[in-house]
């Protein structure tokens, strides 16, 4: 009964009828999601707006000698990495219209404590109340407590958003530009390359040029990034 508490409550606060207390109903939200390890919010599906925030997350967003409130009605593009407020404004929405009754897991970036980019394990699920009022309720972990190697971490979570961020540029080449960078990637000479495949010279550095410009790199360091981890793509 404890974990559906804070749903049973979100109801009431949307309510607001028979006299209702809102600052009492909201301080009871509060105990309830204190409960929780890590933070919990929720927040308006259509529009992001922050209908309760836990003291977890207050702390969390803001610097310990802040007494600033958190806007609510900004606080997506005030606290969440530019590169993940896609995720709150597109993802989540045509997720939960296709699944309402699924969960949804991510890692994406919140500011912590108001100066640097923290990763954030988190889960959402839509909350429907009595007024057919949609919200997402979300529960949230800094990512660095689940893993004490914040190094290792942090590389990971980099990959994971290199290879989100650029499948569609490796999705671009041809399947011979693909084969031209694996090779690459294992130092081969452009001679190496064409004796390989089978093509002249010139036809590989022709490849190499497209495949440059598709990738929008600038040097082999950067081809041999995408080369690593789309390797296990096909190449015909």
Request: charged residues 30%.
């Amino acid at each position: 009964m404890k974990a559906l508490e804070p749903l049973l409550l979100l109801e009431k606060l949307d309510k607001r009828q028979n006299g209702s207390n809102e600052p009492e109903l909201i301080e009871r939200l509060q105990e309830v999601a204190d409960l929780f390890a890590g933070f919990v919010y929720v927040m308006e599906l259509s529009t992001g707006r922050l209908r309760f925030h836990s003291r977890t997350l207050k702390a969390f967003l803001r610097s310990p000698h802040s007494k600033a409130r958190i806007a609510r009605k900004s606080w997506i593009p005030a606290y969440v990495h530019p590169d993940d407020q896609q995720m709150f404004r597109r993802d989540l929405p045509r997720y939960f219209a296709q699944h309402p009754t699924a969960a949804y897991h991510a890692f994406y970036r919140l500011r912590f404590q108001g100066h640097m980019w923290r990763w954030v394990a988190g889960s959402f699920r839509l909350v429907l109340t009595e007024e057919a009022t949609p919200y997402l309720m979300a529960w949230g972990f800094d990512a660095h407590q689940l893993n004490p190697s914040h190094q290792k971490l942090d590389k990971y979570l980099d990959e994971l958003n290199f290879i989100k961020e650029n499948c569609r540029k490796f999705e671009a080449l041809t399947p011979r530009e693909r084969q031209v960078l694996k090779l690459i990637n294992e130092q081969r000479t452009n001679q190496e390359i064409a004796n390989e495949l089978s093509i002249s010279k010139q036809t590989v550095q022709t490849h190499r040029k497209n495949v440059i410009k598709k990738l929008e790199v600038s040097n082999s360091i950067g081809l041999a990034r995408y080369a690593r981890f789309f390797e296990k793509q096909p190449s015909e």
